[in-house]
């Protein structure tokens, strides 16, 4: 009778020994994804050094860069920085493009004086343009979070944290779902201004061809995904399923 009640447990899923098995499974599943995503980013970015470090050094993107770093007139590119983000354009461009023309500490520093002019314009634009706003998201597969009442402060925090949506949606959406000023244009600012330092990084290096802050934009990014993987992992099914 033990043995049939052991093998019924078994049959059942319910052996401890099993659940056991299929969960290390899935978190050796997990990890490899992740071990996966890190050399794929490893890759994918020692390419792009490789086209453009011998790019800058034998001239060929010179006309390009020194367009960016000296002829370009700072007031159309904070301009730029400004509106063409605000309307879907990857934010990230013009962090890099930032890091050659200003250099880190003035790239930082507009980075910190863009980022809640943006997420004041997403706070103010998605109540005056709520369902055209909301159309468009919807038509590009993205819909309107539903932010549980008690847990508002941390669910802003992990949405914005936790990458996958675009920026300038991340900026949208939250307003749309009637989630407070400060935490869409506050905690937004704080939460999301870390992220952007690395790509800042990146583009400096690659104008002043300095292979240490490239491998430092490259660690903070590696550390960024790692971190964010794991908040997400720890805290984002529980409040969302909450």
């Given at each position: 009778m033990k043995d049939c009640r052991n093998q019924k447990s078994i049959v059942e899923g319910t052996d401890p020994f099993l659940d056991r098995y299929n969960s290390f499974n899935w978190v050796a599943g997990r990890a490899r994804f992740a071990v996966l995503f890190i050399l794929l980013l490893f890759l994918v970015?020692?390419?792009?050094?490789?086209?453009?470090?011998?790019?800058?050094?034998?001239?060929?993107?010179?006309?390009?860069?020194?367009?960016?770093q000296q002829s370009m007139s700072p007031v159309l590119f904070i301009a730029l920085m400004i509106t063409l983000p605000a309307a879907g354009f990857p934010i990230s461009v013009f962090l890099v493009m930032s890091g050659i023309k200003f250099g880190i500490p003035f790239a930082v520093l507009l980075w910190l004086l863009v980022l809640p002019v943006h997420a004041m314009l997403g706070y103010y634009?998605?109540?005056?343009?709520?369902?055209?706003?909301?159309r468009i998201s919807e038509?590009?597969?993205?819909?309107?979070?539903?932010?549980?009442?008690?847990?508002?402060?941390?669910?802003?925090?992990?949405f914005y944290a936790i990458p996958g949506l675009p920026y300038a949606l991340k900026n949208y959406l939250l307003p749309l779902a009637g989630v407070p000023f400060s935490y869409c244009v506050f905690m937004n600012s704080i939460v999301q201004a870390p992220q952007g330092i690395p790509f800042i990084i990146l583009g400096n290096s690659v104008i002043e061809l300095d292979p240490r802050m490239f491998f430092i934009a490259l660690i903070?990014?590696?550390?960024?995904?790692?971190?964010?993987?794991?908040?997400?992992?720890?805290?984002?099914?529980?409040?969302?399923?909450?």
């Open positions: 970015i020692a390419l792009f050094a490789a086209g453009v470090y011998p790019g800058i050094e034998y001239n060929i993107l010179q006309n390009e860069f020194s367009y960016i634009l998605s109540g005056k343009l709520r369902k055209t706003i909301k038509k590009r597969g993205y819909h309107v979070p539903s932010v549980p009442e008690h847990s508002t402060a941390i669910f802003s925090f992990l903070m990014f590696t550390m960024l995904y790692i971190g964010l993987r794991w908040l997400k992992k720890k805290y984002w099914n529980t409040i969302h399923g909450s």
